[in-house]
């Protein structure tokens, strides 16, 4: 998955993004509403962690400003507002302004990691949190991934790979797209990552669980669209 985090403390910033890239999550980071609103405007992100409280917000915008330009341009990406102000207006408007959720700091990574799951859950339109496919059972919660009923062992991105297949069963996602779910800004990407971890989820899921569309991507399940490139 991943997120853009919009925190302008150095600190919370850096610790949040430590903490969710040890988790699986590719995190970009902006520090202010005018990165944030250029990024919006041109990538694309699971979802927004996003701060109210930003610099320079006489001439740029705080973060609800944020939240109301995400939303006016029919932009459904999922927004958790991570903020110091708790009181019930301040609540109330931010959800009014399209929040997803909203979360008082100082907060444990903890509930933030379940709000992120019931937000993601939400928006895909799943209710259980598990998802399956072909004898293959992956728990965000729990992050426990089983075979037949079997654990499986995966490293963090191994699991992150398996579960933006297993998100949209049938879809054919790209190596870039995968990549995108699997590296923030900054990070050095090896021009053989995806497929090496293509290939460990074959070693330890079976060779069938994940296609190969050449040329294409990678998809688990039913092909959604009829394609002429050959599979694998």
């Given at each position: 998955?991943?997120?853009?985090?919009?925190?302008?403390?150095?600190?919370?910033?850096?610790?949040?993004?430590?903490?969710?890239?040890?988790?699986?999550?590719?995190?970009?980071?902006?520090?202010?509403?005018?990165?944030?609103?250029?990024?919006?405007?041109?990538?694309r992100?699971?979802?927004?962690?996003?701060?109210?409280?930003?610099?320079?917000?006489?001439?740029?915008?705080?973060?609800?400003?944020?939240?109301?330009?995400?939303?006016?341009?029919?932009?459904?990406?999922?927004?958790?507002v991570?903020?110091?102000?708790?009181t019930?207006?301040?609540?109330?408007a931010?959800?009014?302004?399209?929040?997803?959720?909203?979360?008082v700091?100082?907060?444990e990574?903890d509930?933030?990691?379940?709000?992120?799951?019931?937000?993601?859950?939400?928006?895909?339109?799943?209710?259980?949190?598990?998802?399956?496919?072909?004898?293959?059972r992956?728990?965000?919660?729990?992050?426990?991934?089983t075979?037949?009923?079997?654990?499986?062992a995966?490293?963090?991105?191994?699991?992150?790979?398996?579960e933006?297949l297993?998100?949209?069963?049938?879809?054919i996602?790209?190596?870039?797209?995968?990549?995108?779910?699997?590296?923030?800004?900054?990070?050095?990407?090896?021009?053989?990552?995806?497929?090496?971890?293509?290939?460990?989820?074959?070693?330890k899921?079976?060779?069938?669980?994940?296609?190969?569309?050449?040329?294409?991507?990678?998809?688990?399940?039913?092909?959604?669209?009829?394609?002429?490139?050959?599979?694998?």
């Amino acid at each position: 998955m991943r997120l853009l985090l919009v925190e302008d403390d150095r600190m919370i910033g850096d610790s949040l993004r430590k903490a969710l890239r040890d988790d699986g999550y590719a995190v970009d980071w902006v520090y202010d509403a005018r990165a944030a609103n250029a990024t919006l405007a041109t990538e694309r992100f699971d979802l927004v962690l996003l701060d109210l409280g930003l610099p320079n917000a006489a001439q740029w915008g705080g973060g609800l400003d944020v939240l109301r330009a995400l939303r006016a341009r029919r932009d459904t990406t999922p927004v958790i507002v991570l903020t110091a102000r708790d009181t019930l207006n301040e609540r109330v408007a931010g959800l009014d302004a399209g929040a997803d959720d909203y979360l008082v700091k100082p907060f444990e990574l903890d509930e933030l990691n379940a709000r992120m799951r019931a937000v993601l859950r939400r928006h895909a339109g799943r209710g259980e949190p598990a998802m399956e496919h072909a004898g293959v059972r992956l728990d965000p919660a729990t992050r426990l991934v089983t075979l037949d009923g079997e654990p499986v062992a995966l490293s963090a991105r191994e699991f992150a790979v398996l579960e933006a297949l297993l998100v949209r069963p049938g879809a054919i996602l790209s190596r870039a797209q995968l990549e995108d779910r699997l590296y923030g800004w900054g990070e050095e990407i090896e021009s053989n990552a995806v497929s090496v971890y293509i290939h460990q989820l074959r070693k330890k899921l079976g060779p069938d669980v994940i296609r190969n569309v050449r040329g294409v991507g990678y998809y688990v399940g039913a092909r959604q669209a009829p394609g002429g490139a050959g599979e694998s």
